[in-house]
């Protein structure tokens, strides 16, 4: 740059007149001063300093600055930046090709505004540099360092690296202004689809200010092509052999009419399921598949829909994942005092359940015998933490502190496995009240409910009580007996009643109610029968009767065991989710939603199998576009070996999750899925309104994707900038104060030096 330097005034006929009267003022007062000493001539000298300290402060009254102005000998800059998020990557531009019209996405067809060849006419005049909108601001080339000779292209070049979760246009704008010098204008390629910061028109309003124009190229239809896609389906990561897998799937539609569709789910194992769906015109659909093998091991589902006549875009149409079937062995423990009838019949529902493997200890009050004849029983309570950690399940009947039963330190494992475990803990009470002997133990925080200690024995009638399902209740898992809503209120109605059920008062802040008692109330509203609750990283369950077992009155096993098996295996699903040898992977809430931090737990075994104590758990989740976090668990306490750290989704899909452990060299592998869509989604119409207002009130101009040689018009007969400028303002600069300060010091010694003062 060339640099031009001179010396101004912001002076004011006031400014001007109160200086030239100060300068006179003081010759005046320096002369008679003189006249008085007899016309020494140190006092002569001192009066003329006088008055050019007066003659100074009168030129700083007019405000001089020293100004450079710098002209500069490189080109000026055109900043051309392009959108490459995620929503680019959608379907919906036109254009001509060999057999006709076809469908691009737009990213592909602005490709042809980001190559070299298309500025090449600006050389002569002006460098160009194009930037992808993630990278503007961020390592963006300076035209400082472009050898004047031409385009400069940096960036990504459209592939997956490129694709944003999130688009900003604003601060890409004004990063791009500051980090660039002899920046003459801006080209924005973009659909106009910005999700993230603050609105873009307010960085298009302070380019206004720098005289920095945008000129915005629309990428995009402003309407939805005609199009039938298939945006979604969720395969579970695994399931149980010989149980159902529920597979739903989401179709939406931009077409203008309701029709009829046949979807079709293949499996790898050649199975083949269909199933008619009415797809809603201009709008989403939702459907699923019920899928049940008895095999195991790893398969893959696809899921596709036939494609429309009208529609543009065809290979949207199918989803597929994989899926681990796998055998399902839950181990149980039931805590009994009495083999009551409600007992006996939970036994045989667990034993004769495939999929779970039950141990039970009876305590036989008054008896010296413990257990039973059975394989299904235990003779002692597990002590060890190891032992007691392999259960997934405890059932609690009638027990308590009392005969000899469970101890403190019992309660406190018990606790500890809920808590630490995500195991799952369902209380029974009986007649007996057994259960009121573990108010103060560690037991008495995970019950759901309190309890009215006046009846210990709770409230028996010869007419049968029902239950009544809350609304909460009739959405729950654990309370479907039948297939649909309406007819699962009407079975939990037509059930066989009970007659006897528990003192309950209430249920404890933060407890689910799922089912009352159909007639009895307190001050508190109906009697909660059916009650459960998160404790730690566990489940409670509170069974406030025991006449589940008339159940199976004229219908055998079918809701009797059902009902049970659901409480077994909601309760485990947590705990179960990923394990493997010396470690199991847990996370809450076990189906997370984009942007929801949620929760992993590893339980880790040393090479002895016992808990670890201390160790370095990391959990490394790599999301569906490639983006890699790690997270690293702490410690929870030094009992359970449990490790705790927490994640927070930014996509949706199904996310890799790998657990190593560096002091036991256990590496488990898993996946996430997270529900939800992408905040940057593909298939949403472009906004050119958004780039229309960004070009006005910038002074730039919206252009067509097609008008190239319009741009390159309108950037050729931009001014060129202005000299840059750069002003010292003398009269208020920190030397010119101080320097006054020492003229005056030197003065006034001065004066005591003449002999004045």
Known sequence: MTGIEHLTFLATPFSIGLAIFAVLGTCAVSYYAWERSGRLRAVAQLEVFRVLIVALIAVLLNQPEWIEKYQPDTKPTIAVLWDDSRSMQTRDVLIDGAGGLQAVTRAEAVMPLIDAKTWSELDNRLNVVVQPISSAGKGIVDASEIDGTGLVVGGPAGGEAGKQAVTNLKDPLLETASKVSQLMGIVLISDGDWNDGEPPVEAASRLRTKQIPVFTVVAGSPTRLPDVELISVDIPTFGAAGKPVRIPFTIDSSLPRDFLTTVTMEISNGETLTKDVRVTAMGRTYDAFIWKTEGTGDFTI??????????????????????????????????????????????????????????????????????????????????????????????????????????????????????????????MPGLQGRQFSLKGTALDDLNPVVMDESQPG????????????????????????????????????????????????????????????????????????????????????????????????????????????????????????????????????????????????????????????????????????????????????????????????????????????????????????????????????????????????????????????????????????????????????????????????????????????
């Open 302 to 427: 696809k899921v596709s829909i036939p494609t429309q006549d009208e529609e543009t875009i065809a290979d949207n149409n199918e989803q597929s994942a994989p899926i681990v079937i796998r055998e399902e062995q839950l181990k149980v423990l039931v805590v009994e005092s009495y083999p009551r009838w409600e007992y006996r019949y939970l036994r045989n529902a667990l034993s004769r359940d495939p999929g779970v493997e039950v141990s039970c200890l009876l305590f036989h009050p008054g008896l010296e015998k413990v257990g039973g004849g059975s394989k299904d029983y235990i003779q002692v309570f597990p002590e060890a933490i190891e032992d007691l950690a392999t259960y997934d399940v405890v059932f609690l009947g009638d027990v308590g502190l009392d005969d000899g039963q469970l101890t403190e330190e019992q309660c406190e494992l018990l606790k500890g496995l809920i808590e630490q475990q995500a195991s799952g803990l369902v209380f």
């Open 458 to 757: 709770g409230w028996g009638s010869r007419t049968p009580g029902h239950f009544e399902l809350t609304q909460r209740g009739r959405s729950s898992l654990l309370t479907k007996l039948a297939d649909t809503a309406d007819e699962n209120v009407q079975v939990w109605e037509d059930l066989p009643g009970f007659q006897w059920y528990a003192p309950v008062v209430r249920a404890k802040a933060g407890a689910e109610v799922l089912a009352v008692h159909s007639e009895m109330s307190n001050q508190y509203g109906r009697l909660p029968l059916l009650v459960t609750r998160t404790f730690g990283e566990g489940k409670v369950l509170f069974m406030g009767t025991d006449g589940a077992w008339r159940w199976r009155k004229g219908v055998e096993d079918k809701y009797h065991y059902r009902f049970w098996g659901q409480v077994v295996r909601w309760m485990a699903y947590q705990r179960n989710m990923v394990k493997g040898k010396g470690m199991r992977l847990f996370y809450k809430p076990d189906q997370p939603q984009v942007r929801q931090t949620l929760t992993f737990s590893a339980h880790v075994m040393d090479k002895g199998g016992e808990p670890l104590q201390k160790g370095d758990v990391l959990v490394t989740v790599t999301s569906p576009t490639g983006n890699v976090e790690t997270v690293r668990l702490l410690a929870e306490g030094d009992l359970w070996g449990v490790f705790q750290g927490r994640f927070t989704p930014e996509e949706p899909g199904n996310h890799a999750v790998a657990v190593i452990c560096q002091q036991t060299g256990v590496k488990l592998d898993a996946s996430l899925f997270v529900r939800g869509q992408a905040i940057e989604q593909i298939g949403k119409p472009a906004r050119p309104d958004v780039l229309d207002e960004i070009a006005l009130v910038s002074r730039g101009k919206a252009v067509g994707r097609d008008d190239v040689s319009q741009i390159i018009q309108l950037l050729s007969s931009l001014p060129k900038p202005e000299p840059s400028l750069r002003r010292l303002q003398l009269w208020s600069h920190p030397v010119t104060c101080l320097t006054l300060v020492l003229l005056l010091g030197i003065f006034w010694v001065w004066r005591k030096a003449v002999g004045l003062i």
